[in-house]
T-cell receptor
Framework: RKEVEQDPGPFNVPEGATVAFNCTYS??????FFWYRQDCRKEPKLLMS???SGNEDGRFTAQLNRASQYISLLIRDSKLSDSATYLC??????????FGTGTRLLVSP | EPEVTQTPSHQVTQMGQEVILRCVPI?????FYWYRQILGQKVEFLVS????????KSEIFDDQFSVERPDGSNFTLKIRSTKLEDSAMYFC??????????????FGQGTRLTVV
């Protein structure tokens, strides 16, 4: 089983749509969780950390289910500028960050 | 805003040659990383570095690879004898401290290495 698993997509959605991405991780001892965004041929940039209680930042909502080892990202009211690859990142301990393959999102007019 | 800087942005090298990729992490950060991303593939962990020594390394980080922090500011990745399959984007990253597991990792803009 992969350490961090994501559906690679692409997810094609119209502007204004709501889209959700899922991620599972295999190491139950994993300590912290993040969603990063990566634009084509650019470096990953932090979108948001994911907390057990769930957290929201504007149009973005992240959820963590430790029992199921599952992380989600919900994007509401999609914008053209949201088109990117969304990377699920898990800190498996000792500050080692493990990346999922990423889920590609394409938002169309 | 402080940032991680990497040089060069693009390097082309012949197979078998040595390359050194350079990174300047954010000045008060303590943990440093190298990751690589082969075109179209996932970001892969290579090595982490803390307190002037390797903290952890992946299976990819074999004897051809080495890291160094030669002068307290630069953090380098050396590939001794490059292979075609080393062609990838190499990202350097740093975090402020090893104590807060929720801290964000800051990535440099990457060095695109092309081995011909």
């Amino acid at each position: 089983r992969k350490e961090v698993e994501q559906d690679p997509g692409p997810f094609n959605v119209p502007e204004g749509a709501t889209v959700a991405f899922n991620c599972t991780y295999s190491n139950s001892a994993s300590q912290s969780f993040f969603w990063y965004r990566q634009d084509c041929r650019k470096e990953p940039k932090l979108l948001m950390s994911v907390y057990s209680s769930g957290n929201e930042d504007g149009r973005f909502t992240a959820q963590l289910n430790r029992a199921s080892q599952y992380i989600s990202l919900l994007i509401r009211d999609s914008k053209l500028s949201d088109s990117a690859t969304y990377l699920c990142v898990v800190n498996t301990g000792f500050q080692k960050l493990v990346f999922g393959t990423g889920t590609r999102l394409l938002v169309s007019p | 805003e402080p940032e991680v800087t990497q040089t060069p942005s693009h390097q082309v090298t012949q197979m078998g040659q040595e390359v050194i990729l350079r990174c300047v992490p954010i000045s008060n950060h303590l943990y440093f990383y190298w990751y690589r991303q082969i075109l179209g593939q996932k970001v892969e962990f290579l090595v982490s570095f803390y307190n002037n020594e390797i903290s952890e390394k992946s299976e990819i980080f074999d004897d051809q690879f080495s890291v160094e922090r030669p002068d307290g500011s630069n953090f380098t990745l050396k590939i001794r004898s490059t292979k075609l399959e080393d062609s990838a984007m190499y990202f350097c990253a740093s975090i402020p401290t090893g104590l807060d597991l929720n801290t964000e990792a800051f990535f440099g803009q990457g060095t695109r290495l092309t081995v011909v």
